[in-house]
């Protein structure tokens, strides 16, 4: 690893620094948090080497950029394909591109804030407390279920709690969920530093059944409405116009993915953060507001997606770098998080700090729509876990998924007594 100046090829910009960091290095995905410093050493911009782009990683520059509206997820809005010389999308991968390219995080406005303000009603917190009852009877169900000495936390509880309940919120049969849990994982491999081309493939071809699963579920409640997300998708009118029947389906898988990949990893890297932490975990969950608290802290402290990029909507200049509409840029999430310039002691799990300003669900226009979803399943499923078992224990360290830029555990495995 190495990090260094290029020279100025231009006297007036200097080039922003270089850094060199393969993404799937194995103590990188184990603990990004050392480059990250580095990084941030190296001023307001770098590039990355290995993903060819501009990155941020300081938490003024994070969060400004986020917000900044000369950046979008899309820019194909702007401009075209051509006039940046990009190549038409591959044809083998057309399925995963037709549910992409209705989904919500590829939209910018007005079509953007067309769909966002259909699907936040369902997202309000007033909504999403109605949840309560039914994730604390899901998280006590599936406690029962442990088995033996030892459980993997991530299997058997992280990873069906947030699928179930985005699927019974868009009214999806609970039987459903390996089946969109499989699909999801594969559309997600999309997202990983240096996908294969078998990746490639599955990733569309869970595209295609995704797409097609859910084309059925609309057709039934075309016919039959029920009290659910999809119908509510299905029914709605925006200014008199209704979704286009590709709208719906991108929203819906969208919110499957988003919905349950990154709560999952939120819980086991919380679950972690306590236990290695040292604190006593029922002092941590002891009343709401320091349950609060804690899920913040965990949040800033190890969250479970690392960069999300933006297009340059117009030419403009950020930390020495020169990007001309297209280029792309990098805003590191995790980095942010720990800038000591925003948190003291930012490597410190503190629960009693003010952990607010965090980028976890990033922030601006595209700011996580299931944030107050996402919170109310960590502020269930952790104090409901840790009450039940309350001298859980890891039995093995934890080891980290290489599959940055998501940031989650392959397992965690702790007594269950
Ligand atoms: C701890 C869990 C979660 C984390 C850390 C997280 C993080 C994020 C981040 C960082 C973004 C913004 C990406 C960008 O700016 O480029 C985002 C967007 C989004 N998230 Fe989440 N998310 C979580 C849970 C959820 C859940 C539970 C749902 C829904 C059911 C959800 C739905 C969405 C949607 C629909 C967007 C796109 C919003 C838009 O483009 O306007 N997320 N999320």
Request: with cysteine.
């Amino acid at each position: 690893m190495a990090c260094r100046l290029l020279g100025a090829a231009d006297t007036k910009l200097p080039m922003p620094p270089e850094f060199d960091q393969d993404p799937r290095a194995a103590d990188f995905v184990q603990n990004p948090y050392p480059a990250y410093d580095r990084m941030r050493a190296l001023g307001s911009a770098f590039r990355w080497t290995q993903y060819s782009h501009i990155c941020a990683a300081g938490h003024g520059e994070v969060s400004g950029l986020l917000r900044d509206r000369r950046f979008g997820r899309s820019v194909l809005h702007v401009t075209s394909r051509k006039s940046l010389g990009w190549p038409e999308p591959d044809p083998t991968l057309a399925d995963f591109h037709a549910v992409e390219r209705h989904s919500l995080l590829e939209l910018e406005p007005p079509d953007h804030t067309r769909l966002r303000s259909l699907v936040t009603r369902a997202f309000v917190s007033r909504q999403i407390e109605k949840l309560r009852p039914g994730i604390e009877t899901l998280a006590g169900e599936l406690i029962d279920g442990f088995a033996g000495s030892s459980v993997d936390l991530i299997e058997a509880y992280a990873t069906p709690i947030p699928v179930r309940v985005i699927a019974a919120l868009l009214g999806i049969s609970a039987d459903m969920a390996p089946r969109l849990l499989a699909w999801s994982h594969a559309m997600v491999a999309m997202y990983q530093f240096r996908r294969s081309a078998a990746e490639e493939v599955a990733a569309n071809v869970a595209a295609g059944e995704f797409a097609a699963y859910i084309g059925t579920e609309i057709a039934r409640r075309r016919t039959i409405p029920r009290d659910d997300l999809l119908t509510q998708l299905v029914t709605a009118r925006i200014d008199g116009a209704r979704l286009s029947e590709p709208e719906i389906v991108g929203t819906s898988i969208l919110l499957l993915n988003a919905g349950h990949e990154a709560t999952v990893h939120a819980i086991g890297n919380g679950v972690k953060a306590i236990l290695q932490s040292g604190l006593d975990p029922l002092e941590l969950l002891r009343t709401p507001a320091a349950i609060a608290a804690t899920i913040e802290e965990i949040l800033r402290f190890d969250p479970p997606l690392h960069m999300f990029t933006r297009y340059a909507l117009e030419p403009v200049e950020i930390g020495g770098a020169r990007l001309k509409v297209g280029d792309q840029i990098g805003l590191l999430l995790g980095a942010a998080n720990h800038d000591p310039a925003r948190y003291a002691a930012p490597h410190r799990f503190d629960p009693a700090r003010d952990a607010s300003g965090h980028v976890s669900f990033g922030a601006g226009l595209h700011f996580c729509l299931g944030a107050p979803l996402a919170r109310l399943e960590l502020e269930v499923a952790l104090p409901v876990l840790l009450s039940r078992l309350p001298r859980m224990a890891l039995v093995e360290p934890p080891i980290y998924r290489d599959t940055y830029h998501f940031h989650g555990l392959e397992r965690l495995l702790v007594t269950a007594n």
